[in-house]
T-cell receptor, first 113, second 107 residues
């Protein structure tokens, strides 16, 4: 399968714990995006990378959130000291720069108890 | 980012009928994209229309873009049960979506 993959698909954690999600984009795509989606809402942009450079972070991304793409391939999104309000689906997408079309992964559903 | 706002919020039609949903946005765009999301899944790209295009077709999909009104419409012809999903629009690079149009096709 050459699509975008995300791991894990589901994560249940207790409030205050740290969690890390991984996204593997389509191999030739140099852009990688993270979005968050809560129930009944559309996805909200969080951040994006071109190769290993993080080009923009949304103001939605508090200090507790950090994303990396160290070698310009896979990316990780870490949430520290999780809160119940962090419960959401975290979506990753990739694209080639300038192409427009983004390919989304299946998402990681986070539940914070 | 360019936020799209989809309208209506919900739409139910009989299988075989056409479905039309609309998108409005606030600032200038280079392109506008439509995506479909089945329940609990990731988004699937449907079609992209550039700012210098007025209409585009892809299979049963027809998209129009009116940059003077900052609006777009998505028409799905001859709807099928498998078209039941939420539909979102977004512009440019950092997609920011509204709450989507939830389309239900009644068999």
């Amino acid at each position: 399968d050459t699509g975008v993959s995300q791991d894990p698909r589901h994560k249940i954690t207790k409030r205050g714990q740290n969690v890390t999600f991984r996204c593997d984009p389509i191999s030739e795509h140099n852009r990688l995006y993270w979005y968050r989606q809560t129930l009944g809402q559309g996805p909200e942009f969080l951040t994006y990378f071109q190769n290993e450079a993080q080009l923009e972070k949304s103001r939605l991304l508090s200090d507790r959130f950090s994303a990396e793409r160290p070698k310009g391939s896979f990316s990780t999104l870490e949430i520290q000291r999780t809160e119940q309000g962090d419960s959401a689906m975290y979506l990753c997408a990739s694209s080639t720069s300038g192409a427009g079309e983004q390919f989304f992964g299946p998402g990681t559903r986070l539940t914070v108890l | 980012s360019q936020q799209g706002e989809e309208d209506p919020q919900a739409l139910s039609i009989q299988e075989g009928e056409n479905a039309t949903m609309n998108c409005s946005y606030k600032t200038s765009i280079n392109n506008l994209q439509w995506y479909r999301q089945n329940s609990g899944r990731g988004l699937v790209h449907l079609i992209l229309i550039r700012s210098n295009e007025r209409e585009k077709h892809s299979g049963r999909l027809r998209v129009t873009l009116d940059t003077s009104k900052k609006s777009s419409s998505l028409l799905i012809t001859a709807s099928r049960a498998a078209d039941t999903a939420s539909y979102f629009c977004g512009g440019n690079e950092k997609l920011t979506f509204g709450t989507g149009t939830r389309l239900t096709i009644i068999p």
